[in-house]
């Protein structure tokens, strides 16, 4: 079984820093992309950022510039540094991760999702 554990969220200032991280646990053969999502409350998830296994990333366009996304492949672990924090920043932030579990599937990887962690930004 693969599973997502999340850690880092709380409450922060606007104007704030804060780091997420997730790390992948199991039985994993090969992780592909990982990614970050968030949902506000009433609101749709959303992608944040993710990161390719070659270490390509792609940010959503509310985020460029504020947030890094990074990866640690010996740990199967992602990150997201959030700098310069809004209120609409405010979300359940969720970690994504697409692993291949056995070399001999047919599939190339499944999503595997976290249960999320809130972040929290004061105004």
């Known amino acids: 079984q693969v599973q997502l554990v999340e850690s880092g969220g709380g409450l922060v200032q606007a104007g704030g820093s804060l780091r997420v991280s997730c790390a992948a646990s199991g039985n994993i053969f090969r992780i592909n992309a990982m990614g970050w999502y968030r949902q506000a409350p009433g609101k749709l998830r959303e992608l944040v950022a993710d990161?390719?296994?070659?270490?390509?990333?792609n940010y959503a366009d509310s985020v460029k510039g504020r947030f890094t996304i990074s990866r640690d492949n010996a740990k199967n672990t992602v990150y997201l540094q959030m700098n310069s924090l809004k209120s609409d920043d405010t979300a359940v932030y969720y970690c994504?991760?697409?692993?291949?579990?056995?070399?001999?599937?047919?599939?190339?990887?499944?999503?595997?999702w976290g249960q999320g962690t809130q972040v929290t930004v004061s105004s």
């Open positions: 990161i390719s296994s070659g270490g390509s990333t």
């Open positions: 994504n991760a697409n692993i291949r579990v056995f070399p001999w599937s047919s599939r190339s990887g499944v999503d595997y």
